[in-house]
């Protein structure tokens, strides 16, 4: 019995000897070769698709810029400044630091320009935004501006 496996095994190791148990060398080289192009036309692919992206990038920083400059153009316009300063004649006004008004800021504030802004934002709320020395700030009422006279 152990004879008989014995020379099972030997006559399955002359098989897979003589038939190479498996690729032979040309078939390897080949896979090789042939995995060897497709890594390069993978990397011509993201070669080409970092490219693109640089190209995007510059273009969104340009878009961006000029953008900015046409919002800041219209925000100075919309909120002009005539040469005088502000404050507000109620004591009591509330001026916020953010839109939704919830960061209170009090009413000693100075205002740069004239002009208030009225909008109602998509939840209902009616904001009022003035151009101040801190920048735009925010009330839920119509500020009663008055030229300060510091």
Known sequence: ????????MVLLIGVFGMTGCGSSKKELKAD???????????QSQLDDANEQIQQL???NAQLKQSTGDS????????????????????????????KNCENSIGNDVRMIS????????KNGLTVCTVSSEQGYIYSVSWPDLVIAND
């Open 32 to 42: 090789l070769q042939e995995a060897q192009q497709e890594k390069q036309e993978i």
């Open 57 to 59: 990038e510059v273009e």
């Open 114 to 121: 004239p002009v208030v802004d009225e909008t109602t934002l």
């Open 71 to 98: 919002a800041d153009q219209y925000l100075s316009a919309k909120f002009y400044q005539d040469g005088n300063y502000y404050r507000v004649l109620d004591p009591e006004f509330e001026f916020y630091s953010d």
């Open 1 to 8: 019995m152990k004879r008989s496996i014995l020379l099972i």
